[in-house]
């Protein structure tokens, strides 16, 4: 079975903990310590494989840590996630991204955005077209409104990482394939080469070989011709 480390990133308060118990264990927690952060594992089968994901639910963005650094390190895919009560927390997570880029040294990374608490509608602060312009400004990256309360787009959210990665491990390895036989070919060539100049060598050594025995044989001079040294 293979290994999925999915990393929860977002603002506190914006239902990190909320979302993640939600899709491990299917319960809505009404209140969570803040300061908490703890890793689930689930096991899921997407596509027919058989996935086993390790999710951890961070807390406390405001920092730079370097337990932070080591996980987003270790992670495969991210969830960022803000709240779409909160204008701030969307904001806060375009520098979380670029944590995220500069961490993994890469701009393809399995990551999608998450506005959650859509049931919230009196208090929504963001709108769709908000989380829809931020999603196009990180090259369309995968975007959910999500409800943990409800569970609505929760699953939808974390297997949609789990594709991303699932692909990225696809064309990595495929990738990888290709060079080894790339490689292979080109040692291939290279032995032809190689065989095909022995036989050249062996071929001209022949003769030459068939012209000295040819100088040496005396039944070899034309015949007529005649040594003559002119005065
Ligand atoms: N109405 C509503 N409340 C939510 C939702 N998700 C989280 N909350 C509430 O928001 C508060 C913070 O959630 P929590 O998961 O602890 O946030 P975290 O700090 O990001 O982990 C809690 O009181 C949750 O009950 C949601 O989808 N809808
Ligand atoms: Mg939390």
Do not use: H
């Not at 264990?25 to 689930?42: A, C, L, N």
């Not at 709108?127 to 090259?139: E, R």
């Not at 995968?142 to 943990?148: G, L, N």
């Amino acid at each position: 079975m293979r290994d999925y480390k999915v990393v929860v990133l977002g603002a506190g308060g914006v239902g990190k903990s909320s979302v993640t118990v939600q899709f491990v264990q299917g319960v809505y927690v009404e209140s969570y310590d803040p300061t908490i952060e703890d890793s689930y594992r689930k096991q899921i089968e997407i596509d027919g494989r058989a996935c086993d994901l390790e999710i951890l639910d961070t807390a406390g963005v405001a920092q730079f840590t370097a337990m932070r650094e080591l996980y987003i390190k270790s992670g495969k895919g991210f969830l960022l996630v803000y709240s779409v009560t909160d204008e701030n927390s969307l904001k806060e997570l375009l520098a979380l991204r670029e944590q995220v880029l500069r961490i993994k040294d890469s701009e393809n990374v399995p990551m999608v955005l998450i506005g959650n608490k859509c049931d919230l509608e009196d208090d929504r602060v963001l709108s769709i077209d908000d989380g829809i312009k931020v999603s196009q400004d990180w090259g369309l990256v995968p975007f959910y409104e999500t409800s943990a309360m409800y569970k609505t787009n929760v699953d939808e959210a974390f297997v949609d990482v789990v594709r991303q990665i699932m692909r990225k491990e696809a064309s990595i390895s495929a990738e990888k394939k290709q060079q080894k036989e790339l490689q292979k070919q080109n040692e291939l060539n290279k032995q032809e080469e190689a065989q095909s100049g022995a036989n050249d060598t062996q071929k001209e050594e022949t003769q030459n070989n068939r012209l000295k025995q040819s100088i040496n044989d005396p039944s070899n001079t034309p015949s007529g011709s005649k040594c003559c040294t002119i005065m």
